[in-house]
């Protein structure tokens, strides 16, 4: 395809200005649709909405409809921030699209958002794939590139197609998992650009990221890539599908999310009474509650929203952030700590003061 000469960008990017800290100016959400409830489930796989609820937690999830694709929920996410900050495309430096479901493995997610939101060509876009712990490990790439002054406002945005990766003949792992896109544009926290300059909220206080490769079977996409490229054969026996080992996984992700929030807090300075909201990565009620027990929260400080969207994966706490500040249970000034678990395994945490 041809540009127009008069589009092309200008390449020569803005001095660097390093920033104190970075914030997040505004928060974004979108979810197809496509309403799957557990008993629509219950119709495919031997499973109940009694069992489903029970054991997950899990109510109901998106899905996206034939011919939408990630990158429709991704770009509609980060236009919702977009809007929510009074900015134009035009204002992104950086696009960190966080997804392990893309629309294809090449080009990158993040360019497709990138030609489908408007944001000027010559403006970088990349993926970002570290499982359900992806939106946090973006947003701390976007801190340290906003405070060393690379980049002044970036998007970050985790984005999952999974009901197009999940094998709706597996009980285990079907009934899991919803589509969804969460998006933020962080910025300086001197950020003066649109609406948001008024209200200088959702400072970035710290992040910790940790993964271990030791463990890379207890959940992952077996077949596609260069280990057992895509094949008939392949296909016929669902390894281009999700596998998991539900317990082993159950039993990291509570260990992990436990541990790492611990240590981001001490490396911080707060206590777990100066949490005024926990916003847990959405996989599994059990698991949140488990997290939340033993790190001495109570529920009423939990976020949630798995119960209508299930595990949106990397989507999960930024919907879910985005959901509690917009109808003002986590208000400004309030200390908020976010905790993710997935395959890799990974896990983070971070630390925001709305
Ligand atoms: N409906 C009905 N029965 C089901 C079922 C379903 N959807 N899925 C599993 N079962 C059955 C099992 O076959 C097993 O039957 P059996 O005792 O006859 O063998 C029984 O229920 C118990 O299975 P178990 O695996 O012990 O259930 P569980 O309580 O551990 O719950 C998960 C299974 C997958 C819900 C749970 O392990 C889990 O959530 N793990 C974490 C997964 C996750 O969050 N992954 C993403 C991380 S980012």
């Given amino acids: 395809m041809t540009r127009p000469r008069d589009t092309v960008p200008a390449m020569t990017p803005s001095p660097p200005r390093a920033a104190a800290a970075s ?13 799957l409830s557990n008993h629509d489930i219950a119709l495919r796989v031997d499973t109940s909405d009694a069992w489903i609820r029970e054991r997950t937690g899990i109510e109901q999830r998106r899905m996206l409809a034939p011919g939408q694709n990630n990158s429709d929920i991704a770009a509609a996410a980060a236009r919702d921030a977009l809007d929510r900050a009074g900015l134009p495309p035009s204002a992104v430096d950086l696009i960190i699209t966080c ?3 893309p629309d ?10 990138q030609a489908k939101l408007g944001v000027r060509a ?9 499982a359900c ?4 490990a973006g947003v701390q790439a976007a801190d340290a590139l906003v405070r060393t002054g690379a980049y002044r406002h970036v998007l970050v945005i985790g984005s999952e197609a999974l009901t197009r990766y999940v094998d709706w003949t597996d009980r285990n792992t079907c009934i899991l998992f919803g589509d969804g896109a969460g998006a933020c544009l962080i910025g300086p926290v001197d950020s003066a650009l649109g609406s948001a300059a008024a209200e200088p909220r959702g400072r970035i206080l710290g992040l910790h990221l940790h993964t271990d490769g030791h463990f890379g079977d207890v959940m ?10 895509a094949s008939l054969e392949a296909v016929a026996q669902r390894l281009h599908l999700i596998h998991m080992d539900g317990l082993e996984v159950f039993n990291h992700a509570v ?3 436990v541990e790492v929030s611990r240590e981001l807090l001490a490396a911080q300075g707060l206590a777990v009474a100066d949490v005024d909201w926990f916003v847990p990565h959405q996989a599994n009620l059990r698991i949140i509650q488990a997290v939340a027990r033993r790190l001495g929260l109570p529920m009423e400080r939990v976020a949630l929203n798995l119960h209508k969207y299930g595990n949106t994966s990397t989507a999960t706490i ?3 952030l985005d959901e509690y500040t917009q109808d003002g249970r986590i208000q400004p000034g309030h200390t908020v700590l976010m905790t993710a678990f997935g395959g890799g395994l990974t896990w983070a945490a971070g630390l925001l003061r709305w």
Avoid: H, K
């Fill in 99 to 101: 997804t392990n479901t």
């Fill in 220 to 229: 992952s996409l077996p077949a596609g890539g260069t280990r057992q490229p």
């Fill in 255 to 257: 260990r992990c999310m």
């Fill in 23 to 35: 914030r997040i100016v505004a928060l974004g959400s979108a979810f197809p649709e496509q309403v």
């Fill in 318 to 320: 930024p919907t879910c």
């Fill in 122 to 130: 010559g403006v970088p876009a990349y993926d970002l794939v570290t």
């Fill in 104 to 113: 294809r493995w090449l080009p990158s997610l993040g360019a497709a958002v």
């Fill in 133 to 136: 712990a992806g939106w946090l």
